[in-house]
């Protein structure tokens, strides 16, 4: 296994140089530039401004300084907040984003599973007709109709909570981006597990179990959910990176300080140094956790092995 494990982070390294190079040069392909405003800057000014961050270098040598900031663990001055650097943004924004993005997971694995084995235990009832109805709605529904819904009905009509704005952390002000990234995680975990609970139901060793006279309670958490989770751990690794690291859609709408909200920003204002960083960590965290889904594959299902 720690053989394996160690043979995964070194194919990440050029994995993420090649993240890194495209991402690097196709941002520069976009239109504009970090200093390009309504109003135009004195040709002077806007000269000087770059040459400070050295974009009036060439391009090649750009990439190459970069790169060797990243090495160091330096993301590089952010170009339109210029009091912060990129690690700064990072250091206030992550902690944020995680905040929001784990309580939105662990809530869809919940109910999402719960939901999938009662669908699968009530196959073709009213039951399992009321989830796949609800789950094919939930998944259909894109987050940016749920969070304004959200907000028309339990903050502008009810006055529950507030429409937006982090507050501090507060638990009323987390309640609307949380529930909004669950729900159409909720929907995609809720069919998963109803499909490979009915199939694990149905394997040879689950009628084994039945035959040597096992509880339904013992067949159903014990022997079936095991290999039913399967293709929610495979599910789990990159819903996990995307919902750690920020949703761009739901932290906008809800004027979360993540770093989804610091991406939108950057990439509307052509910070160069932002989105790369945000590129740089969203694809970090998918590496990981995609190395996390695969051990805990060997954990669930002992015929997997690694050599």
């Keep these: 296994m720690l053989r394996y494990v160690f043979r995964r982070l070194l194919t990440a390294i050029p994995t993420l140089f090649a993240i890194v190079t495209i991402s690097f040069f196709l941002i520069r392909v976009a239109p504009g530039g970090p200093f390009n405003q309504e109003r135009a800057l004195n040709p002077i000014v806007k000269a000087n401004i770059e040459r400070q ?3 009036d270098q060439p391009l090649w040598m750009q990439y190459l300084r970069y790169l060797n900031n990243l090495l160091h663990g330096d993301f590089g001055p952010s170009y339109t907040l210029p009091d912060f650097s990129v690690a700064e943004l990072f250091k206030v924004g992550l902690p944020i984003s995680v905040q929001i993005g784990a309580s939105a997971l662990i809530l869809a694995l919940v109910i999402g599973c719960i939901l ?6 009530k196959q073709n009832q009213a039951a399992d007709y009321a989830v796949i109805a609800a789950a094919t709605a939930g998944s259909t529904v894109p987050t940016f109709v749920i969070a304004p819904l959200y907000q028309l009905l339990f903050a502008s009509t009810l006055a529950l909570v507030p429409v937006a704005s982090w507050g501090g952390g507060a ?5 609307g981006p949380i529930v909004t990234l669950a729900l159409p995680q909720i929907a995609i975990v809720a069919r998963l597990m109803r499909g490979s609970m009915i199939e694990s139901l149905r394997s040879h060793h689950i009628r084994t179990a039945r035959a040597l006279g096992l509880s339904d ?9 095991r290999g039913a989770l399967l293709p929610i751990v495979s599910f789990s690794g990159p819903a996990a990176a995307a919902l750690l690291t920020g949703s761009i859609i739901v932290e906008t709408i809800f004027a979360i300080p993540g770093i989804g909200r610091y991406f939108v920003e950057a990439a509307l204002n052509r910070d160069y140094t932002l989105v790369m960083g945000t590129v740089v960590v969203i694809a970090i965290f998918t590496i990981m ?17 690694y050599d």
Excluded at 171 to 175: A, E, H, L, P, R
Excluded at 217 to 225: G, M, N, R
Aim: hydrophobic share 65%.
């Design 116 to 121: 999938g084995v009662i669908a699968a235990l």
């Design 53 to 55: 961050f050295g974009l």
């Design 217 to 225: 309670w013992s067949i159903i958490f014990k022997h079936a959910l």
């Design 171 to 175: 638990f009323v002000n987390k309640i």
């Design 289 to 305: 956790f995609n190395l996390i889904v695969d051990i805990l594959y060997a954990v669930i299902d002992p015929r997997v092995r």
